[in-house]
Every structure is written in structure tokens, then in C-alpha cells.
């Protein structure tokens, strides 16, 4: 991936990018009745492109969203730490298997089957993708979890540029993420998961676009929002 996407960066606020994602993500963690909580601090300016940080943020919540049972809870976590925005997504999810742990963030990386694991069952190009873009701000990303059914966190560091960890006022109405990035556009979304479908909904339409849900690509029919064959 790298040289092939160039960054739009300039001063943003993270905190108004986080507080968005969240909002996103509520209606597909009702819809699994998880508990989706969070402690953002205000005012938290970096060096770096809001669409690109929109995504890696709207990635870990899915993640977190994706392998949590219903009742569970996701906790979401943004602070100042030293010259740094520290962002901490933690679930009770599945949690990741200690084989699995040192690769997470590899393209492809697969889980053993027989345990269950962050990358069972699929390919780990989100979390690939996650940290290409943290790493481009400068920053990093770690993972952590005690094992299989406890849960996982997921903690990225994001380093305020010298204007930016000067800057005391609120952002700029266009420094806001765009709520409205995808109106217009409608969105096929293929997934054999039912919950993978609705999370995946839920933020497509939160952001203007119209998504059609199926279940399968060969026995999709147009208009079938269920993907029942």
C-alpha cells in the first residue's frame, strides 16, 4: 500500500472525528443491544487527513462491533498523553488468541480455526489498512488481549503537530467531518453475517447513502434486502 495514497493533510480536530464515529456507530450496537460508551476530550488538534483518520477510527469501532456478542460493551477512550491524542477502543469481545496477537495487523492474516480469534473465519485487511494510515500521521497502534473470550484493546497514538498542540479555539465548521460524504450513493453490501450487515448499514446510512444488504452475491436478486435465496 504504500505510495499509493496520498494524504489531504492539515490542522483537524480528532475529538470531533471520534465523537462522530460514535454517533455512527450507535444504531448497530442497539441493534446488538451492546453498551457503546465514551470519554473524548475536547479540542485535540493534529497534523493529518480527516478522511483517512475517519477510517481508521470507524474501522476499530466495526472491529469491536463485529466481534462482540449481544450485551457486550465497547468503551472509546480519547485523551491528551504527553504531545500525543491517545485513542483506546476496548471491547468484551471473542478477544484474540495469543498466536494470532504478534500478526494482527499482517494483510491476510488468518486465526486458527479451531480457536476463536480476531481473524478467524477472514481476511485482515481492515486492520492492515488501520495501521498503514496511523503510521502515515506519524503515529502508532498497538493490540492487546488476554485471550480468547476476554475481550481486546486496541490503543492508537497520534502526535500533535506544533501548531496543532498550540491551538486553543474549536475547530472550523469544514474541519468537521462530513456527515453528508456519500449522499446520493447507493452501496451494494455483501456479507453472509447478519450483524456484519446491519453494523455496515447503519454507518453507510448515517453518512447519506442507500445501502442494499445481502447475504450472498451469486443469490442476491435486486431489491432483496436480505440475500434469502
Do not use: W
Not at 450485551?71 to 498466536?99: F, K, M
Not at 501548531?163 to 472550523?172: L, N
Not at 453490501?189 to 453494523?199: E, F, Q, Y
Request: aromatic share 4%; hydrophobic share 45%.
Amino acid at each position: 500500500m504504500a505510495g499509493k495514497i496520498r494524504l489531504d493533510r492539515h490542522r483537524v480536530d480528532v475529538a470531533a472525528i471520534a465523537s462522530a464515529a460514535v454517533d455512527a456507530a450507535r444504531p448497530a450496537a442497539r441493534a446488538k443491544r451492546i453498551t457503546l460508551t465514551e470519554t473524548i476530550a475536547p479540542l485535540l488538534f493534529v497534523d493529518g487527513d480527516p478522511h483517512r483518520l475517519q477510517q481508521v477510527i470507524f474501522n476499530l469501532l466495526t472491529n469491536a462491533l463485529k466481534f462482540t456478542p449481544d450485551h457486550g460493551q465497547i468503551h472509546l477512550a480519547l485523551t491528551r498523553d504527553d504531545a500525543c491524542a491517545r485513542l483506546v477502543v476496548r471491547d468484551t469481545g471473542i478477544g484474540i488468541a495469543a498466536d494470532v496477537l504478534p500478526r494482527i495487523f499482517e494483510r491476510f492474516a488468518q486465526g486458527n480455526v479451531a480457536v476463536p480469534s480476531r481473524t478467524s473465519g477472514g481476511l485482515s485487511l481492515g486492520l492492515a489498512i488501520v495501521k498503514y494510515f496511523v503510521e502515515q500521521h506519524g503515529g502508532a497502534i498497538t493490540a492487546d488481549s488476554a485471550g480468547p473470550g476476554h475481550g481486546a484493546t486496541f490503543t492508537v497514538t497520534l502526535p500533535f503537530s506544533a501548531e496543532a498542540a498550540a491551538a486553543t479555539i474549536a475547530a472550523p465548521a469544514a474541519e468537521r467531518i462530513d456527515r453528508s460524504l456519500l449522499s446520493g450513493v447507493r452501496v451494494l453490501v455483501v456479507d453472509d453475517t447478519s450483524d456484519d450487515r446491519a453494523t455496515l448499514g447503519a454507518i453507510l446510512e448515517h453518512f447519506g447513502a442507500t445501502p442494499t444488504m445481502v447475504g450472498s452475491a451469486c443469490r442476491s436478486r435486486p431489491g432483496d434486502r436480505t440475500g434469502r435465496p
